[in-house]
């Protein structure tokens, strides 16, 4: 196993009507700017509830946060926090908002470039002000970690970022807020929240055998839980697994100790942030051709994850790498989700450009050894359609 140290601060509060503690989590001196996306909140119930909890505070709002939050819309909301002396930042929705209020609470006192907060890694800033939030889309996880990912409006870019200063303090997870969700949002979710798993799973052995065990356990329950909220999406229980399934795939824990990936996501952003896919589009699409590309160097824990998640025993190494990769494929499909960029319209005379971007964001190295280049990177593309 890896050194490591591991702090994260993030008080959880999870389950049904938990909305209504929210004042206790916020002093009464607080001035709050509530954040939220295009609306969802309101059609479904969250933002009377929110509201009514904090009757005895004193609220400001910034809405409209649009999916892969983009910089310079967030930018508007500083004159507000200064205008009305906001020291309080509260996100209402998913990964979008929470990131979004993320990059607000770093930049509202930010002396810099506030670019710089997303294209230096870790942020540089010696402040933040301070973050709660209620999670409405289980998948990001951005509710218990300090990471961001921030989009540039009409460029290339969509980045991602973090810094110690941005865990929120509490998280509110009330599965009953994601009975709303569209399919399309629920299987996003289950396979962004696979993908973090695999990031931070599939590489090499280390001996970490309670991070692999844990690891496996979250594949385990997405597995058997998916099929439950797509035939009842008010599956009460289903929901409240998958809410916090995907809040452990991306919270440290089974982060910590091993070796890390991240490439499926590094390369998926610049087809995210060209294409339009969303971001559980385009990483169920990279992650079956990088897997199949780095099946050398990852041998011993796709061999591991086919015995223990698909109980793939039988036949050689590579049939069962194979078998391994397309029951993943086949269980992606099951929840209506695309595994081929060509589904999309996208054809293989549009990889050049997407390797252009991951160069001009100096993204040419990596993966867990960082022997991703930009010829592999073109390779992996390529076995995307
Ligand atoms: O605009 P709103 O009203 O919020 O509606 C959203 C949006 O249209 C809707 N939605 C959310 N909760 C709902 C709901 N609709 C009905 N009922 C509900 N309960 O769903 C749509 C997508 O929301 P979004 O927040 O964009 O989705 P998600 O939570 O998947 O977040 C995606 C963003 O997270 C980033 C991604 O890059 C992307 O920008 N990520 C952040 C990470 C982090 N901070 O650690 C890591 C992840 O890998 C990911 O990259
Ligand atoms: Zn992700």
């Known amino acids: 196993m890896l050194n490591f140290t591991l702090q994260n601060p993030t008080k959880i509060i999870f389950g049904k009507n938990q909305i209504k503690n929210l004042a206790k989590e916020i002093p009464a001196n607080k001035r709050i700017l509530l954040t939220y996306g295009g609306g969802s909140i309101k059609s479904n119930g969250v933002y009377n509830k929110v509201i009514k909890a904090l009757k005895n505070h004193v609220v400001f709002e910034f809405g409209g946060i649009a999916p892969n939050p983009k910089f310079e819309q967030l930018l508007a909301a500083i004159p507000i926090i200064k205008k009305n002396k906001i020291d309080f930042l509260l996100a209402v929705g998913g990964g979008s908002v929470i990131d979004g209020t993320k990059f607000i609470a770093a930049a509202a006192n930010y002396k810099g470039d506030p670019w710089k907060i997303v294209t230096q890694d870790p942020s540089p800033i010696e402040h933040a002000l301070p973050i709660g939030c209620v999670l ?5 996880a951005s509710e218990m970690n300090c990471g961001i990912v921030i989009s540039k409006t009409n460029s290339p870019d969509k980045i991602s970022s973090g810094n110690d200063l941005l865990y929120p303090q509490f998280a509110i997870l009330d599965p009953t807020t994601t009975f709303s969700l569209p399919p399309r949002q629920t299987t996003n979710g289950i396979v962004d929240t696979f993908i973090h798993v695999t990031e931070q799973y599939l590489t090499y052995p280390v001996g970490a055998h309670l991070q692999d065990r844990l690891a496996e356990s979250i594949l385990l329950t997405l597995i ?4 439950r909220v797509l035939s009842d999406p008010k599956d009460y229980n289903a929901r409240a697994n998958l809410m916090w399934s995907a809040t452990w795939g991306l919270n440290d824990f089974i982060g910590v100790g091993v070796p890390n990936d991240w490439a499926t996501h590094m390369l998926s952003h610049e ?21 199949s590309l780095k099946r050398k160097q990852k041998k011993e824990k796709i061999l591991q994850y086919a015995k223990r998640i698909w109980n793939i025993t039988q036949g050689s190494d590579n049939e069962k790498i194979d078998e391994a990769i397309t029951k ?4 992606f499909e099951s929840l209506g989700i695309k595994t081929k960029l060509s589904c999309y319209g996208i054809t293989k005379n549009q990889v050049p450009a997407l390797i252009k971007q991951l160069k001009s964001h100096k993204l040419t190295a990596l993966g867990e050894h960082g022997d991703i280049d930009l010829k592999q990177s073109e390779k992996i593309y390529r076995g995307c359609f």
């Open 328 to 331: 993943t494929k086949n269980f």
């Open 136 to 140: 409405t889309l289980p998948a990001a």
């Open 271 to 291: 087809i995210t942030s060209r294409f339009g896919l969303d971001h559980g589009q385009a990483i169920a699409i990279v992650v079956l051709s990088l897997l």
């Open 224 to 227: 058997e839980e998916a099929p």
